[in-house]
């Protein structure tokens, strides 16, 4: 396996900016992404956490979901008042979701390795589950690629009528639905050394999970299993119960957080950059989850009470600081409070981020500061474009780089392949042919205007005739055109598909399932005992 570095363009203006460590963006953030870890380990030393009871429920949690004795020994290390995490988080998609889940996943087990040894402290890599998110659409499907160089969006089906309402962690997981899915999984791969191995781990991880968040968790354990990786699911009530106090704190302090959050929000809109999130004065910026309505997103009325957005549900501020107290379970956060939660929870010297995550803490730091607390580093997360031997070799015929097609695709390459290989002259010849016919055809068409209404409506039928059957041909042509030349217009398709995959990174569209058949799971060790560059976002594995 070689793996090597590629420079590539921020994914916006604003990450742009932040790698770049523009005046006007670092000021956003307390910290230097990659220089102020030895002051971000003082800061967090100053600070008190409640670590005993949260290795309890990291224990308990790790341990429903089968973990190795390498991730419990990890949680036990979190007593040590030295200690700190590196943590980030996603969605708990099928089959982990898009490769870049696990490239997050490998960022933290990087920079926490890196750290430890640079600071002589213990540092835990965690990975925190949003299992209280409910866009169940943005994590039921996954990408299957095609022959043709397109892909099938498999999808799977839930018989939860609830789904979309719910918290991913509240949702029952049909298991049933789910043994039909993977098996349709399985059926769009290509058989390969690896894939019987491959099916027989996904099964016994899917007979032992009891929901969707199980089912993540368990497949991530597995795949990672000899690095030490903890995992929190933020929607388990035990867990939510640790942060009672957070809660009632984030409730009293709602009016500062928001309307500092919004003032930063137009302050980047002012400089021109996208912004990820919206934020308005009155956001209460938490949920609340309602056994018949689902979650709710709640509001911070004129008159001191909390409603929900459409108004479904209304609390008095005592009301809702009486449920952080002795419900919490029945809140969890939003885009503004998560981040401000997780710190709360851990004593983090650094947050793994993705670029739209960069994007939107960039509107946070006075939010974290209403609540005493300091935003840590945002560190950017390792990405990946794997790259296969028969692709490789497709770029070598055309003398392509990996950086061409993944920045700009092979469009170009194609239509000019095309164009010299004839195709544009079969239109130049039948355009050819089909202005002479018309010219040809006048005398008739003018002859035809003499004689009455129905001969000239014949003639003009007549003509049309002629031109469609020409029209026939070029489609005819370029049908054989496309079967003489297929070898090549696959290969292009393949480039597309690899490498520039619906215009973005391949990270984004293939799921690690694919790379798991083709190399085998142990691609993922690999990929971690590397020592990555964490300044370097991009690397090419072939």
Request: aromatic share 10%; hydrophobic share 40%; with cysteine.
């Amino acid at each position: 396996m070689q793996i090597n570095p590629l420079t590539l363009p921020a994914a916006n203006k604003l990450v742009a900016d932040y790698k770049n460590e523009a005046d006007n963006i670092t000021k956003l953030f307390d910290y230097h992404p990659y220089k102020d870890f030895h002051k971000r380990l003082q800061d967090v030393s100053e600070r008190e956490f409640n670590r005993n009871e949260l290795t309890n429920v990291l224990h308990k949690l790790n341990k429903e979901w089968g973990a190795p004795e390498e991730t419990l020994k990890q949680i036990d290390r979190l007593n040590d008042t030295q200690s700190t995490v590196v943590i980030g988080g996603q969605q708990a998609g099928l089959l982990t979701g898009p490769i870049y889940t696990i490239n997050k996943i490998i960022s933290i087990l990087q920079l926490a390795k890196q750290q430890e040894e640079a600071l002589g402290t213990p540092v835990i890599p965690v990975f925190w589950i949003a299992g209280e998110d409910h866009d169940f659409e943005e994590i039921n499907h996954i990408h299957c690629p095609k022959e043709d160089g397109d892909f099938k969006k498999l999808k799977f089906h839930t018989r939860d009528t609830d789904a979309g309402k719910k918290s991913v962690s509240e949702l029952e997981l049909d298991k049933q639905e789910l043994q039909k899915w993977i098996a349709a999984v399985f059926e769009a791969l290509p058989e390969t050394a690896h894939t019987k191995e491959l099916c027989t781990l996904i099964q016994e991880v899917e007979d032992q999970a009891a929901n969707y968040i199980d089912f993540f968790a368990r497949l991530i354990l597995v795949l990672f299993e000899n690095h030490g990786i903890v995992l929190v699911d933020s929607g388990n009530p035990a867990f939510r119960k640790l942060e009672k106090d957070c809660f009632r704190e984030l409730i009293q302090k709602q009016s500062q957080i928001s309307k500092s959050v919004a003032e930063t929000l137009k302050e980047l809109e002012s400089l021109e950059y996208p912004l990820a999130i919206d934020a308005e004065k009155s956001d209460g910026n938490l949920f609340y989850h309602d056994d018949m309505q689902g979650r709710i997103l709640l509001k911070a009325a004129e008159n001191g009470s909390w409603i929900g957005k459409q108004q479904e549900i209304s609390f008095t501020q005592q009301e809702l600081m009486d449920i952080a107290r002795n419900t919490p379970w029945k809140l969890s956060n939003n885009v503004v409070t998560r981040p401000i939660m997780q710190e709360y929870m851990f004593p983090t010297l650094a947050f793994i981020a993705g670029p739209g995550e960069i994007a939107y803490w960039a509107a946070l730091k006075s939010g974290f500061h209403a609540m005493n607390l300091q935003m840590p580093p945002v560190v950017p997360r390792l990405s990946f474009t794997f790259l296969d031997a028969s692709t490789k070799k497709i770029l070598t015929k055309y003398q392509l780089t990996v950086k061409d097609v993944i920045l700009n695709g092979v469009q170009a390459t194609r239509k000019k392949y095309m164009r010299t290989n004839g195709r544009q002259e079969i239109d130049r010849v039948t355009d050819g042919v089909i202005e002479k016919i018309k010219e040809a055809h006048l005398p008739i068409q003018n002859m035809a205007d003499q004689m009455g209404d129905d001969i000239q409506a014949l003639s003009k039928k007549n003509l049309t005739y002629l031109l469609e059957d020409i029209r026939f041909m070029n489609k005819r042509f370029h049908k054989e055109f496309e079967k003489k030349h297929s070898r090549e217009l696959n290969e292009f398709n393949q480039l597309e598909q690899v490498l520039h995959p619906y215009g973005g990174l391949q990270e984004r569209i293939w799921n690690p399932l694919f790379l798991l058949n083709q190399y085998g799971i142990e691609i993922i060790s690999q990929l971690t005992a590397f020592p990555f560059d964490m300044e370097i976002g991009h690397w090419v594995v072939e």
